[in-house]
C-alpha cells in the first residue's frame, strides 16, 4: 500500500512540473511563432520592393507594424519603402550611375516638395525612436539594432543621392557602420549588417588619397579588398539585404570593367525579380558592350520576364 502511495505521489508530481513546464513553454513558443510571422511579413515586403511594387510592400508593412507596434523595424522598412519609390521616380536607380566616378560626379540635383523629406524624417525618427526604447530594456536586441542600422544607411542615401552632400553621407554611413558592428558582436550571424560595413570600407577607398588621410582623422577608414568581402558576406548569406548587396557587388564588377561578372549577377537578380525592369535595362547597355553571347542571353530573359508578367 505505502508503495502505491508513493508511486501515486511520484506520479502527481511529474504531472504537476509537467504541466508547470509547459506553462512555461507556452508564452515563449507563442512569441517564437510572433517572430516567425513578422520576419515572414518581411521577406513580402522587402520582395515587393525589389520588384518595385511599392503598393504592396506598404501592404506588407502597415500589417507588420499593426502586428508590432513597438518593434522598430516596421517604420525603418517604411522609410526604405518610401525612399525608393522615390529613387525610382527619379531614375536614381540606374547602376550606370555608379558605375564610374565621373557619371557620379555630374549626376543631377533632385528638388523635392518639402512635405516629402519631412514624411521620410517622420518615419525614420519614430523608428530611431522605438529602437532606443527597445535598447534601454535590451542591448542585444537585433530588430532594434538593424533598425538603426536601416535608419542612418537611408539617412546617407538620402544625403548623397537626393541633396548631394557626400561628406554628411558619409558621417550618416560611419554611425550606420557603427551599429552594425554593435550587431554583429551581438549576432555575428546577422550577415545583412555587413551590407553598412561593406558600403563604409568601398566607398571611403574609391576617394582621393587627401580626401582618405582626412577622413581617416576623423575615424572613417576604407579598404576595397574588406569592403567587397563584406558586402559578398550580406550578398549570399544574408536575408533581407542580400539582393541590395550584389547590387553594390554588380556596381563594383562595373568599376572594374569586369561586365561578365557584372551581367551574371543583374541575370540572377532579374530571375529573382522579374517584374523589376531595371536589371534587363542594365543587361542590355552592358548587350550593347559585350556583344555576341551577352545579346543572346538577354534576348532569353526578357521574353521569360513577359511570360511572368501577371
Known sequence: MKRYMRSAAMLLTMLFVGRLCAQCEEPQLEEFHQ???????LDQAFASMYNLEFAKTDSALEEFVAENPSDPLGPAVQGASVLFSIFEQQRVLQVE???SDNNYTKRQAIALEESARNHFDTILARSEKLATQVLAQNPSDDHALFALVLVYGLRADYEALIEHRDFAALRSSSTGNDWASKLLKVSPMF?????????QKYLVSLKPAPVRWMLRL????GNQDEGIRDLELAAYQGRYLAPFARILLAVAHLRKQEHDEAFTVLAKLHEQFPRNPLFIEEMVKLQQQMGGDAS????????KSQEKQP
Do not use: C, M, N, P
Request: zero cysteines; a neutral charge.
Open 296 to 303: 543572346q542571353q538577354t534576348s532569353a530573359l526578357v521574353e
Open 35 to 41: 517572430r516567425q510571422r513578422a520576419e515572414e511579413k
Open 97 to 99: 550611375l555608379f558605375a
Open 218 to 221: 576623423g575615424g572613417i577608414k
Open 191 to 199: 550577415y545583412d549588417a555587413y551590407v553598412a560595413t561593406g558600403i
